[in-house]
């Protein structure tokens, strides 16, 4: 096994921590503030006591996913200018049993080091991917239990019964530098050791980068230099979030989730919190795919890669920026390269004969096989880097474009919205006797509005707007479940032309000229169904 499959199968992660301290607090006067970060993720103030010694910081992080392997490769060449110094570190995670923390976006600790003991609370966005921003309190504390005087913690647990117990712990052996790269200083540390959680364990290789000075592109620079010495995946999971998933069951496929919005966020805050949650579904599918060719996860992380494309599409008006472009095309390679694989699923699904079924599994062994060269690949690894530095810090987030930083979410969702839904209603009109082309064309509207859809639903929250949404997402499912049926049926000849399987017994069922007729009457009345449904956006 090479090291860069290594990394599929190990799911080691190298993390790459950017620390910065826009305000660093030592807590004395007893007052009630407020610390409001300024990042993509929007992340809401926390009201803070200052009554103790106390750090209050903002911190930002890139991850990178390494092999066991490629951590020792990277301790051995040591590209970062000096000897190392050398911690041992433990860290207990706290929460409750019903996991009320995570659920609130926060995660508790205390971690050791030496004879010192730090309790850091964090707040952050869990939908974030790779490059993220999140608050951080910080207090030395004497023992293993927590001080529960912030007010958020006092809250949760008031009144019901609620108690903190320590849930799982990071044992890991820190290697720390410091380095400075221009008139930039980052503070490296790279952790080796594991997690464990009941009976349970997993290993960890995490490098951490907190930056004291300079520009956060530096933190991209090491990035790819980390992915010169030894292949570097993106990462998006904190140690928390492993530790949580080390007590669920196996991680598999992983859908997408709501991205939290707000009517009253800027439109590019709104596009950079969704962006990152598409990297970070794709990241996860990738990682399932990693310990086995599962088609569901494979499917998973191609939706990924289709939403962000959708999401690039349907914002584009918002960017001039000389990498857009660039980016979406890297996308839309990358998610060429899971095509055949996604397809050939599909049609084992759908094989009417032992013969076709058994040539399509063989046929599915190779395309899968391509797709972990492709997933492994210089190209993609640096995708996910290039995409991340874009959609943190970009060119187009510094534009002085009024559109840009001005326009609204919802402004800007309900025209994506009217636009789209033109599209679909106005092209299906004629579904039945329409070609091939012409409906794929309205699939493909149906998709991007469907996508939209789920994006900016958080922005409508109301009673009624909720219950137009779910009314109108189902029409929306059926539409599409036809006209991705009818697609099949419309390529099936050629992909089975493609792997020289048009003469075996099954084939022709692929693409029945009777499967087709009923489904299009089909379309066309789910097509009906979609423009009377009730637009929730009105």
Known sequence: MNEDREVRFRSCIVVCRLEVRPQLVKARAVVCDSFMTHHA??????????????DIMQETELKLELSQSGARSLLKKNPFGSPPTILQQRSIYFDTTGWDLSK????????????????????????AAGSFTREELERPVAGDTPILDDPRIRDLLAGDGRKLTPLFEVHVKRHRWNVIDGDATVEV????????????EAPLCEIELEKKAGSPRALFALARKVDLITPAHLGVLSKAERGYRLLSSAPGAVKSAATPLTSEMSAATAFARI???????????ETALGWSRDADALHQARVSLRRLRSLCSICKSLFDDSRFDHLREELKWLASELGEAR??????????????????????????????ASLSSARARSLMIDATEWISIGDWRTQSDEKLHEQSSRNLASGVFDKFWKKVAKGGNDLIDADDETRHKVRIAAKKLRYAAEFFEPL????????RHRRFIEAMKGLQDHLGSLNDIATAPDMLAALELSDVAGAKDLFSAEDKSKLLKDAAEAHDAFVSTRRFWR
Do not use: H, W
Not at 104 to 127: F, H, M, P, V, Y
Not at 189 to 200: E, F, M, Y
Not at 460 to 467: G, L
């Open 460 to 467: 409508y929250n109301s009673k009624a707007e909720a219950k």
């Open 189 to 200: 540390a790279l952790d080796a050791g594991k997690v464990v959680a009941t009976d349970r």
């Open 343 to 372: 397809n050939i699923d599909v049609m084992i699904g759908r094989a009417s004969s032992e013969a076709l079924s058994s040539r399509l599994q063989d046929a599915r062994d190779d395309a899968y096989a391509a797709v972990e």
């Open 104 to 127: 609130r976006g926060l995660s508790l600790r205390i971690r050791q080091s030496g004879n010192e003991r730090i309790q850091t609370l964090k707040a952050g966005d869990g939908a």
């Open 41 to 54: 993720g929007g992340v809401p103030s926390i009201a803070v006591k200052r009554g103790g010694a106390e």
């Open 275 to 285: 962006a990152a949650a598409c990297l970070k579904q794709f990241r996860l599918n």
